[in-house]
C-alpha cells in the first residue's frame, strides 16, 4: 500500500515537470485547463494516499479494540446495582432508591439529625433496602470547582463511610457525583406535574418539603446513564481509622452471631415447651378417657348388681 502511494507520486511529479514546456506556448484557456487538471490530479492523488492512510489505521484500530473491555460488560453490572441516592444539606437530606437506574423513588427527606443520627439512619436504609452502593450528591461550582458545601459533603462522606464500614464492612461502596442544578430540575419536575395535573403550583416553601428527595432521585438517574463514570469513590483517609472500624465490625459481627445463636436457643426452649404441653394434653385426654371407661364399667356392674 506505501509502495503505491510512493509510486502514483513519482508518477505525478515527473508529469508536473514535463508538462510546463508545452504550457508556456499553450493559450490562455488551455493554461488555465492544463493548470485546472494539475490540480484537479494532485488533490484526488493525496485524497487516495490519506483515504488509504486512514484505512491501515482503521486496520489497526479494529485489531486493537478486540482486546479492550466491552462497555457491555459494566452496562450488565449496573443494570443489578442496587443503589441508595443521597441529597445531603445541612437543614435536610434527600434518600432515594433505585435498582438498575429504572424508576428511581423517593425514601425519605431527613430533617433535625446530627451528623452521628443522619449516618446511622441513612445506614439503616441500606440495610432494610439491602443497597450495595451510596451515591452522594458533591454540589460543585458552575465551573466544576470545589465549593464550600462540597467540603463539607466530602467530610460528612468521610463520617459516612465510617459507620458504612462499622456496620457492613467493605461491601459498600460510596461514590461522589456532581449534583449540579438537580435542585432545579427537581422543582422544575414537579411543578411541570401540577400543570399537567392541572392542580395547583406548589409554592416555593412547599416545594422545600419535597424537593431533596426528588433531587435524590435525578442524581440516581444521572448516575446510572453514565454508568458512574467521573464518580468519585470516597476511602478512608486515615488508615488508623479503617482498621478500627474493620475491627469495630469484626466485634458487631460476633456480637450478631452471639444473638443470633441465643434466638435460635430461645426458639429451641419455645419448641420444646410447646412439645411438652402437646404432650401432656394427649396425657390429660387419654387419662380422661381412661376415668370415663372406667366409670362406665363400674355403672354396669352396679346394674347388674341390682337386676
Known amino acids: 500500500m506505501m509502495m503505491a502511494n510512493y509510486l502514483s507520486r513519482v508518477v505525478l511529479l515527473i508529469a508536473l515537470l514535463y508538462k510546463p514546456i508545452s ?59 442496587r443503589s441508595i441516592g443521597v441529597d445531603y444539606g445541612l437543614t435536610r437530606t434527600g434518600i432515594a432508591i433505585s435498582t438498575g437506574g429504572y424508576h428511581p423513588r423517593p425514601l425519605a427527606i431527613l430533617s433535625n439529625l446530627n451528623t452521628t443520627e443522619l449516618s446511622t439512619t441513612i445506614v439503616n436504609y441500606v440495610i432494610s433496602e439491602q443497597a450495595t452502593n451510596i451515591v452522594l450528591g458533591l454540589p460543585l461550582h458552575k465551573d466544576g470547582s470545589d465549593s464550600e458545601q462540597s467540603n463539607i ?20 461502596s460510596i461514590t461522589l457525583w456532581d449534583e449540579r442544578y438537580t435542585s432545579k430540575e427537581a422543582a422544575s419536575r414537579i411543578q411541570a406535574e401540577a400543570i399537567a ?35 468519585e469513590l470516597i476511602v478512608l483517609e486515615n488508615e488508623a481509622v479503617e482498621r478500627e472500624c474493620a475491627e469495630i465490625y469484626v466485634r458487631n459481627m460476633e456480637l450478631q452471631e452471639e444473638r443470633r445463636r441465643s434466638m435460635m436457643k430461645e426458639r429451641e426452649k419455645g419448641r420444646n415447651a410447646r412439645q411438652e404441653m402437646i404432650a401432656r394434653a394427649k396425657a390429660l385426654e387419654e387419662s380422661a378417657n381412661n376415668d370415663g371407661l372406667n366409670q362406665q364399667k363400674k355403672k354396669k356392674k352396679k346394674k347388674k348388681k341390682k337386676k
Open 153 to 172: 459533603t466530602r467530610e460528612f462522606g468521610q463520617f459516612l463511610l465510617q459507620e458504612v464500614r462499622k456496620r457492613c464492612g467493605t461491601n459498600i
Open 197 to 231: 395535573r392541572k392542580s395547583r403550583i406548589p409554592s416555593a416553601s412547599e416545594l422545600e418539603t419535597e424537593l431533596d428527595a426528588d433531587a435524590a432521585c435525578i442524581i440516581l438517574e444521572d448516575y446510572y446513564k453514565e454508568l458512574g463514570e467521573d464518580g
Open 23 to 81: 504550457f508556456a506556448f499553450a493559450p490562455p484557456y488551455r493554461q488555465q485547463a492544463t493548470a485546472a487538471s494539475h490540480i484537479h490530479v494532485y488533490i484526488t492523488t493525496c485524497q487516495s494516499a490519506n483515504q488509504d492512510q486512514e484505512d491501515d489505521i482503521i486496520s489497526v484500530d479494529d485489531t486493537s479494540s478486540s482486546s479492550s473491555p466491552q462497555p457491555a460488560a459494566s452496562e450488565e453490572a449496573f443494570s443489578t446495582l
